[in-house]
């Protein structure tokens, strides 16, 4: 069975609970003003960390948008990205929160990034375990996906990002 028939079995859920609530914890619950996110050289972002990159609607800093349309437009762009995460995903065993970690990293950097990452290459080849653990930490041991680029180019690491990989890293694990 494959991921996309897990999903369509009820096997491994879109759009779950678990990540609900850990993306509304990195993202932002309650984040009804458009405003222009620093981390991301001012991406205009509402809601779950919804920009105009995943949005079916226009994302303009100071709008507003109600509690109705961020859930309505938050589940459709979760589970777009989660039916892209699960063509790029090739092994078989994977359980919903290693689905639901993946997603969330996906869903900061972009799926094309996540499915070309070194996590999802391990997690493709079974070893799920050290897929995990790569969701936030080099082979060296050192901080990975941390990071932003300054308006002068210049790399940053953000604790708060590390942070959110470490739980990601954490929740893929379990």
């Known amino acids: ?24 914890t990195w993202e932002g619950n309650g984040q009804n003003t458009v405003y222009a996110d620093k981390l991301a050289r001012g991406l205009p972002t509402v809601c779950k960390g919804i920009t105009k990159h995943t949005s079916p609607d ?13 859930a309505e437009v938050e589940h459709l762009v979760i589970e777009k990205g989660q039916l892209a995460l699960a063509d790029c995903l090739t092994n078989q065993a994977i359980e919903q929160n290693t689905f639901d970690a993946l997603t ?11 499915c070309a990452s070194r996590a999802v290459g391990l997690i493709n080849a079974g070893r799920i375990a050290d897929g995990c653990r790569a969701l936030a930490k080099a082979p060296d ?19 708060g990002l590390y942070a959110r990989r470490l739980k990601e890293a954490e929740l893929c694990a379990k």
């Open 58 to 70: 226009p994302v303009v800093v100071g709008d507003y948008w109600s509690d109705e349309r961020c």
């Open 104 to 114: 969330s990293h996906g869903h900061n950097f972009g799926m094309p990034s996540t």
């Open 1 to 24: 069975m494959n991921l996309r028939q897990k999903i369509a079995t009820g096997a491994i859920t879109l759009c779950s609970s678990t990540l609900v609530l850990f993306l509304g």
């Open 141 to 159: 041991g050192s901080p990975v996906w941390s990071y932003v680029t300054d308006a002068q180019g210049k790399k940053k690491f953000v604790p």
